[in-house]
C-alpha cells in the first residue's frame, strides 16, 4: 500500500531563517505531487504541484520554492522566511493513468511558527 | 479562479443527530471529494463522486455528485463523537490530464456533544 510522510511534524524558525521541508511517498511511481499550505485550521491554498522529477508548477508568488529531486521526493524550501509564512504545510500526493485521476491522499503536515 | 462555497461553516449537534453539509460553484466540476480532518492532522479522504447524481456511501456517510455538477452534499447519519473534525469539499474541473488539481471548499466544523 502506499504511504507518505512528512517531517518535521512541528518547526519554530527565526524570522530571515532558512527551510526545508520534505515529503516522500513509498508503494507508487510517478506519482503527481502537491504541496498545500493552510492558514488558522481551514482553508487549503495549493503552493506547488510536480508530475515529474525536476517538474515544477508554482501556483502562486510567494516567498517559497519547491523542487523535486527523486521521484518519490518532493521538498518545500525558503531562503528567507517571513513571519506571514507561518502556517500548516501539507503534501500530497495522486496518480493519472488512464484517463483517471486518483483523489489526492495527504500526509500528516507540518507546523511551521515563524517568530 | 474556481471557488467553492461550502456550508455552513461551523455546526454543533447532539450525538445521535444527523448532520448535512453542502458545496457549491458557480462552475462545473467533474469530481467531487469530501474529505475529514482531526486536529494536528492532514485531510483524510471520505468519499470520492466522479459522475452527476452519483450517490455513495461510506458506512454512515453519505454524498452525492449534484446534477448539474455544480453542487454535492454530504450527510452524516446517527452522529457520534469522533465525527468531530473540519469536514471539507473538494472539486476538480478537469477530469484527466496530469496537471490534476484540487479546488477547496473553506471547511465545515462539527462539533457532536455526547
Known amino acids: 500500500s502506499q504511504t507518505i510522510h512528512q517531517w518535521p511534524a512541528t518547526l519554530v524558525q527565526p524570522v530571515g531563517s532558512p527551510l526545508s521541508l520534505e515529503c516522500t511517498v513509498e508503494?507508487?511511481?510517478?506519482?503527481?505531487l502537491y504541496w498545500y499550505r493552510q492558514a488558522a485550521g481551514r482553508g487549503l491554498q495549493l503552493l506547488f504541484y510536480?508530475?515529474?522529477?525536476?517538474?515544477i508548477s508554482s501556483e502562486v508568488p510567494q516567498n517559497l520554492s519547491a523542487s523535486r529531486p527523486q521521484d518519490r521526493q518532493f521538498i518545500l524550501s525558503s531562503k528567507k522566511l517571513l513571519l506571514s509564512d507561518s502556517g500548516f504545510y501539507l503534501c500530497?500526493?495522486?496518480?493519472?493513468?488512464?484517463?483517471?485521476?486518483?483523489?489526492?491522499?495527504f500526509g500528516n503536515g507540518t507546523r511551521l511558527t515563524v517568530t | 479562479g474556481q471557488q467553492l462555497n461550502q456550508s455552513p461553516q461551523s455546526m454543533f449537534i447532539q450525538e445521535g443527530e444527523d448532520v448535512s453539509m453542502n458545496c457549491t460553484s458557480s462552475?462545473?466540476?467533474?469530481?467531487w471529494l469530501w474529505y475529514k480532518q482531526d486536529p494536528g492532522e492532514g485531510p483524510v479522504l471520505l468519499i470520492a463522486?466522479?459522475?452527476?447524481?452519483e450517490l455513495t456511501s461510506n458506512g454512515r456517510l453519505t454524498a452525492q455528485f449534484g446534477i448539474t455538477r455544480k453542487d454535492s452534499f454530504l450527510n452524516i447519519s446517527a452522529s457520534i463523537p469522533s465525527d468531530v473534525g473540519i469536514y471539507f469539499c473538494a472539486g476538480c474541473k478537469h477530469s484527466g490530464g496530469s496537471n490534476y488539481k484540487l479546488t477547496f471548499g473553506k471547511g465545515t466544523l462539527l462539533t457532536v456533544n455526547p
Open positions: 508503494g507508487t511511481s510517478n506519482p503527481n
Open positions: 500530497a500526493w495522486g496518480f493519472y493513468v488512464n484517463s483517471y485521476n486518483s483523489p489526492l491522499h
Open positions: 510536480s508530475v515529474g522529477i525536476g517538474q
Open positions: 463522486l466522479y459522475k452527476a447524481g
Open positions: 462552475s462545473i466540476f467533474n469530481t
